[in-house]
């Protein structure tokens, strides 16, 4: 695989600021006007991004300019992912995978990445839950 795979904590060259926070964001789906995308990116665990109850779902971010990318932290209420992958663009076009899974068990999961692009996405394939994904928080950490 050209991606890691690799969880645990931080790496000495990676940045320490969420490169993601307040940054614009859609997704495919929102389960309803209280769950938009941009609450994964607010920097508050209170509010979260739901999709519909369905397969496949996508949720991405803008970082506004290119970034290398290290480290992705999904942050997931109940409603997990347990396949899915990360990805990184510059324009939306062609991704470039950063991680993959199908095994995910939800809670709190950091990701090293090695990657570069202006837009991160999350795409879910398998929810781990009759309902469909949630996220409380995504962080993406890289060069600033």
């Known amino acids: ?54 397969d496949p779902q996508w949720l991405q971010v803008d970082l506004g300019v290119s970034r290398k990318i290290c480290r992705v932290t999904l942050q997931w209420e109940a409603a997990y992912g347990k396949a899915f992958r990360l990805e990184a663009s510059d324009d939306m076009n062609t991704w470039t995978p950063l991680y993959s899974t199908t095994t995910g068990t939800g809670g709190t999961q950091t990701l090293n990445v090695s990657g570069t692009g202006r837009y991160v996405r999350m795409t879910g394939t398998t929810r781990g839950t009759g309902y469909g994904y949630s996220l409380f928080e995504v962080q993406v950490y890289g060069t600033p």
């Open 1 to 54: 695989m050209p991606y890691s795979t690799a969880t645990g904590g931080t790496t000495g060259t990676c940045g320490t600021s969420n490169l993601a926070q307040g940054r614009p964001a859609s997704a495919s789906s929102t389960e309803n006007s209280g769950t938009p995308a941009g609450a994964a990116f607010d920097g508050n665990t209170g509010t979260r991004w739901a999709s519909a109850w369905s």
